[in-house]
């Protein structure tokens, strides 16, 4: 097999056939000719499917050595597909750190079509065990969580999921597959926001979905072309523009935000750093095992309230005020009013989305300029 780098370039991207154009073209058409009814090159609708998509979901599956890709106009889209592979009455466990939009789909959407939802906190995979129930179906893991950046053990999620027969299902938005593989630890299907890493430019809302299992996939590209959630050709040219650097700006985060949060451990306004690079992480082995780095996210708590936290985002010039991640300008973002303020406060207390935390996208601008923006910002906190 070709190595990531070559693949994020290569795969589903061949020459165009008609004119040996390099990039696979934007095929901007809803419709495709038919010889005669019925006979027709593949394609029929670009609902059901369409070539610059067809490019693109080769590619996802690909990268994370899937047999299968589906690619949808938002993660929700992609999120929401997966739990098409339900039914009234069954019951999901989900991780208890999930992110805003997810949380609000379980409870607000798929509560009134009769799905159940417990959610435990999976850095103990044994409290599966606990909420386990005759109609689990599916386990929902996010790792790294957001915006607490906890790391699950995939591999014993997957045991337990495979010896009740479950569903595993990753939201692998945050580690990408180049630095993550959830199915090869285990997982049936994995999910992404393609708006994050994998656009990488902040200039798309795009979703994935991809996996090996052939009766999961078949069940999605049905509900992908029944419900609709498809993202137009020219978004899925950007994901795969965005693609072919992946693997370089995922480095790149990976190598500044490690900077950052070393230096933001040692800051003394600051009460808590938490990035799974660092060795103090509570799951930093776990982190080390399952992934080949740590991502480009960091959160922290600030050791002033409120007030201190809004002054200093507030005094940021770098990185911007602004909710979304992964993309190559630096983001910050204050969970607990912005992403996640959709999760009720008894809940966000107890998971620790306290009102001084501060999550950060390190982009890839130049390690010193980022360093220099967060000191200065710390001296009027
Ligand atoms: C952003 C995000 C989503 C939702 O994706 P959209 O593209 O905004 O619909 C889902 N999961 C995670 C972890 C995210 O960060």
Same mark, same amino acid.
């Given at each position: 097999?070709?190595?990531?780098?070559?693949?994020?370039?290569?795969?589903?991207?061949?020459?165009?056939?008609?004119?040996?154009?390099?990039?696979?073209?934007?095929?901007?058409?809803?419709?495709?000719?038919?010889?005669?009814?019925?006979?027709?090159?593949?394609?029929?609708?670009?609902?059901?499917?369409?070539?610059?998509?067809?490019?693109?979901?080769?590619?996802?599956?690909?990268?994370?050595?899937?047999?299968?890709?589906?690619?949808?106009?938002?993660?929700?889209?992609?999120?929401?597909?997966?739990?098409? =592979? +339900?039914? !009234?009455?069954?019951? $999901?466990?989900?991780?208890?750190?999930?992110? &805003? @939009?997810?949380?609000? #789909?379980?409870?607000?959407?798929?509560?009134?079509?009769?799905?159940?939802?417990?959610?435990?906190?999976?850095?103990?995979?044994?409290?599966?065990?606990?909420?386990?129930?005759?109609?689990?179906?599916?386990?929902?893991?996010?790792?790294?969580?957001?915006?607490?950046?906890?790391?699950?053990?995939?591999?014993?999620?997957?045991?337990?999921?495979?010896?009740?027969?479950?569903?595993?299902?990753?939201?692998?938005?945050?580690?990408?597959?180049?630095?993550?593989?959830?199915? =090869? +630890?285990? !997982?049936?299907?994995? $999910?992404?926001?393609?708006?994050?890493?994998? &656009? @990488?430019?902040?200039? #798309?809302?795009?979703?994935?979905?991809?996996?090996?299992?052939?009766?999961?996939?078949?069940?999605?590209?049905?509900?992908?072309?029944?419900?609709?959630?498809?993202?137009?050709?020219?978004?899925?040219?950007?994901?795969?523009?965005?693609?072919?650097?992946?693997?370089?700006?995922?480095?790149?985060?990976?190598?500044?935000?490690?900077?950052?949060?070393?230096?933001?451990?040692?800051?003394?306004?600051?009460?808590?750093?938490?990035?799974?690079?660092?060795?103090?992480?509570?799951?930093?082995?776990?982190?080390?095992?399952?992934?080949?780095?740590?991502?480009?996210?960091?959160?922290?708590?600030?050791?002033?309230?409120?007030?201190?936290?809004?002054?200093?985002?507030?005094?940021?010039?770098?990185?911007?005020?602004?909710?979304?991640?992964?993309?190559?300008?630096?983001?910050?973002?204050?969970?607990?009013?912005?992403?996640?303020?959709?999760?009720?406060?008894?809940?966000?207390?107890?998971?620790?989305?306290?009102?001084?935390?501060?999550?950060?996208?390190?982009?890839?601008?130049?390690?010193?300029?980022?360093?220099?923006?967060?000191?200065?910002?710390?001296?009027?906190?």
């Amino acid at each position: 097999m070709m190595k990531f780098e070559t693949r994020a370039i290569h795969i589903g991207q061949e020459p165009d056939k008609a004119t040996g154009a390099i990039i696979v073209p934007i095929y901007q058409t809803s419709t495709y000719v038919q010889k005669a009814p019925g006979k027709h090159k593949g394609y029929e609708y670009s609902r059901t499917s369409n070539p610059t998509r067809t490019a693109l979901e080769k590619c996802l599956a690909s990268l994370e050595e899937a047999r299968f890709g589906l690619a949808f106009s938002s993660g929700m889209a992609a999120i929401s597909t997966v739990m098409n =592979l +339900l039914k !009234a009455k069954d019951h $999901v466990i989900a991780c208890d750190d999930l992110y &805003g @939009g997810t949380y609000r #789909l379980f409870e607000k959407v798929y509560k009134d079509y009769g799905l159940e939802f417990s959610y435990v906190d999976l850095t103990f995979p044994e409290n599966i065990l606990k909420v386990l129930k005759k109609n689990t179906r599916m386990i929902w893991v996010e790792t790294p969580t957001n915006p607490l950046l906890k790391i699950i053990d995939l591999k014993r999620v997957a045991e337990i999921s495979k010896r009740f027969k479950l569903i595993l299902a990753v939201d692998n938005t945050f580690a990408t597959p180049y630095f993550q593989k959830p199915l =090869l +630890l285990g !997982a049936d299907v994995v $999910v992404h926001s393609s708006t994050k890493y994998l &656009g @990488g430019h902040s200039d #798309l809302v795009g979703g994935a979905i991809v996996s090996s299992n052939p009766n999961y996939y078949e069940r999605m590209k049905f509900c992908q072309n029944a419900v609709g959630g498809i993202p137009g050709p020219f978004d899925c040219f950007l994901v795969l523009r965005g693609l072919k650097t992946l693997s370089l700006r995922m480095r790149e985060h990976e190598a500044n935000a490690m900077e950052v949060a070393n230096f933001l451990s040692t800051h003394k306004k600051v009460k808590k750093v938490l990035y799974p690079g660092l060795r103090s992480f509570p799951q930093y082995k776990i982190a080390r095992k399952q992934m080949s780095g740590f991502g480009g996210t960091i959160s922290f708590e600030l050791k002033s309230n409120l007030a201190g936290a809004r002054r200093f985002l507030k005094n940021l010039r770098l990185f911007s005020l602004a909710e979304s991640l992964g993309g190559v300008e630096s983001l910050a973002d204050h969970p607990a009013r912005m992403t996640h303020s959709s999760i009720p406060l008894n809940l966000r207390k107890r998971l620790g989305i306290s009102d001084n935390l501060v999550r950060l996208s390190v982009g890839i601008e130049n390690i010193e300029d980022l360093i220099e923006d967060l000191r200065r910002a710390f001296t009027l906190v």
